[in-house]
């Protein structure tokens, strides 16, 4: 089992930046694909960003790609989500989640095999 527990959400001005993180606890985290999926009101979860168990490789969603950054610190057992300019639009809940495949795989296939409760971001105009 790998337990996640987000922190970092709340109310984020528009045209600020966002930081989320992400500490994972239990099995060997650093085999572990790292990512970020988000869940806004009336929608459907979609997938965020991936980065790989030795943060040499990352997956952005087509729509995120220059907007986030992820990065990870195996040492600490942490997963970071970096977000500029937030918008509006970027209100949801962000869930971070762990997957034994590829960065790639997670993006693609919205692969995980682990959830986080997730943090709820909201961002005003």
């Known amino acids: 089992q790998v337990q996640l527990v987000e922190s970092g959400g709340g109310l984020v001005q528009t045209g600020g930046s966002l930081s989320l993180s992400c500490a994972a606890s239990?099995?060997?985290?650093?085999?572990?694909?790292m990512g970020w999926f988000r869940q806004a009101p009336g929608k459907e979860r979609e997938f965020v960003v991936a980065?790989?168990?030795?943060?040499?490789?990352?997956y952005y969603a087509d729509s995120m790609k220059g907007r986030v950054t992820i990065s990870r610190d195996n040492t600490k057992n942490m997963v970071y989500l970096q977000m500029n300019s937030p918008k509006p639009e970027d209100t949801a809940v962000y869930y971070c989640?762990?997957?034994?495949?590829?960065?790639?795989?997670?993006?693609?296939?919205?692969?995980?095999?682990?959830w986080g409760k997730g943090t709820l971001v909201t961002v005003s105009s």
């Open positions: 980065i790989s168990w030795s943060g040499s490789t990352t």
């Open positions: 239990g099995r060997t985290f650093s085999g572990y694909t």
């Open positions: 989640a762990a997957y034994i495949g590829t960065a790639r795989t997670m993006g693609q296939r919205s692969a995980v095999d682990y």
